[in-house]
């Protein structure tokens, strides 16, 4: 074993004890041993980790290390019998150099020991552990500094506390009397304290009854919600069906416009031409040399012409003055209801040996344009802006006379044309906005 070898006692590392301390002069192990602080424990055995290294130590029982003195410790039996260098003692005498070497490593061993047993902390320690130690030591060093700062300031400040009740220094009287006041004020707080514990009672019961009116409010309200949500539903669904019912009146409105702007009358009484014939429902009226129209034909057309002469002015309310028509298909006739009353046929036979029944064919006829006379003039007094391009004057309508007898067949077509013209400006006056 190396004589300056050691054990840091923290990490256990094996360290080189320095030379100043394996050569210890007698004189500086006694000012160490007089600078160590007094024995505060008691630690009579080294560590078990200390023994086992240090295996010199083991085999000395008796040994106390704090009572013993310096003279004494450079005076203890060497390395006792059972080790190598016991047994290498016996087996040679051993040198002086070797004799003072195991020496000093021993009072260096003890030296360790002793400041140990002095100390909280086990030597030998290695630099690294030294210096761990130290910075640990230092912070706790300033931790009490720091401790011992606050003392005092606690301290001064009790002292300057304590120094300043002395100063006011109030009598005995003066305390009874605050003493006094303070139980007035606690029996006046104490009074207001329970006025406002009734107060608070009083509030919770409020407090109380509003939460159960918010209740029911909110009950209210969701219900509100509900109904309002139910006619919001409601309203949508009448918007709908308005709507749909707008859609309808539209539609309707569209078609009823429609079927007011067609004419009835003009279905019923279809004026038109066939060459030079004016026609009324498809039927001629008038005949000319080369078409021979049948009197059929042209009594049933003149049935249809006084059917509609008729017809206006029963719609338009008016009445004749002189006449009264008498509509019968293929054998209308007009009456004369002043003087002599008579009877006019409106239709012809062709016959020419018939000269009395043609003569009342051409008076009938005569009596018809005079009707057409009277309703145009009653339509021109309504409605002075109606044109009629044919005036009627007697037995003449657009300068063309209106009998057939003594009268080319074309004129008298010809005025047939013009009366079924006439006609038709009195049906479309009549039928036509304000008057239909
Ligand atoms: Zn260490």
């Known amino acids: 074993m190396n004589t300056s070898a050691a054990v840091c006692q923290q990490c256990k590392d094996v360290i080189q004890l320095d030379p100043s301390l394996v050569d210890i002069a007698p004189s500086a192990y006694d000012t160490i041993i007089s600078a160590l602080p007094p024995a505060t424990r008691s630690r009579h055995t080294a560590p078990r980790s200390a023994q086992a290294k240090h295996p010199q130590l083991a085999p000395l029982p008796n040994e106390s290390f704090v009572l ?39 009072s260096t061993v003890r030296l360790l020991h002793l400041i ?40 001064n400040k009790e002292l300057r506390k304590e120094k300043e009740r002395e100063a006011e220094g109030l009598s005995k009287e003066e305390t009874d009397k605050k003493i006094e006041k303070l139980k007035v004020d606690e029996r006046s707080l104490i009074e207001q304290l329970k006025e406002l514990e009734i107060e608070e009672q009083q509030l919770s019961e409020e407090l109380a009854n509003l939460e159960q009116e918010e209740s029911l409010l909110e009950l209210e309200e969701a219900n509100f919600w509900r109904n309002h949500n139910d006619n919001i539903l409601a309203l949508d669904q009448q918007a709908s069906l308005l709507a749909s019912l707008r859609a309808a009146y539209a539609a309707d409105s569209a078609s009823l416009e429609k079927l007011e702007r067609s004419n009835v009358y003009n ?25 021979p129209v049948e009197w059929a034909e042209i009594n049933a057309a003149w049935g249809q012409t006084l059917l509609l002469l008729h017809t206006i002015a029963r719609k338009l309310d008016y009445k004749f003055e002189n006449y009264r028509l008498v509509p019968m298909g293929s054998f209308s006739r007009i009456e004369k209801t002043t003087g002599d009353k008579a009877s006019y046929e409106l239709y012809g036979s062709g016959h020419v040996g018939r000269l009395l029944h043609n003569r009342r064919f051409d008076l009938g006829m005569v009596a018809f344009i005079d009707c057409l006379k009277s309703l145009i003039d009653y339509i021109k007094s309504q409605d002075p802006t109606v044109d009629f391009p044919h005036a009627i004057s007697r037995e003449k309508i657009g300068d063309v006379s209106i009998k057939l007898q003594f009268n080319q067949e074309e004129a008298w077509t010809r005025s047939l044309r013009h009366v079924l013209l006439a006609l038709k400006i009195c049906l479309k006056w009549a039928t036509n906005g304000v008057n239909g």
């Open 116 to 155: 140990s047993t002095r100390s909280d902390i086990d030597h030998p320690l290695c630099r690294d552990c030294t210096h761990a130690l130290l910075q640990s030591l230092q912070a706790t060093a300033e931790e009490l500094k720091r401790e011992r700062d606050g003392y005092i300031a606690f301290a």
């Open 267 to 291: 279905d019923a009484f279809c004026i038109g031409h066939d060459g030079v014939f004016g026609t009324i429902n498809g039927l001629r009226l008038g005949r000319v040399p080369g078409v």
């Open 68 to 106: 013993l003195q310096d003279s004494i410790i450079r005076n203890v039996p060497p390395s006792p019998p059972g080790t190598r260098s016991s047994r290498s003692a016996v087996s040679k005498p051993r040198s002086n150099s070797q004799q003072e070497a195991e020496s000093s490593t021993r």
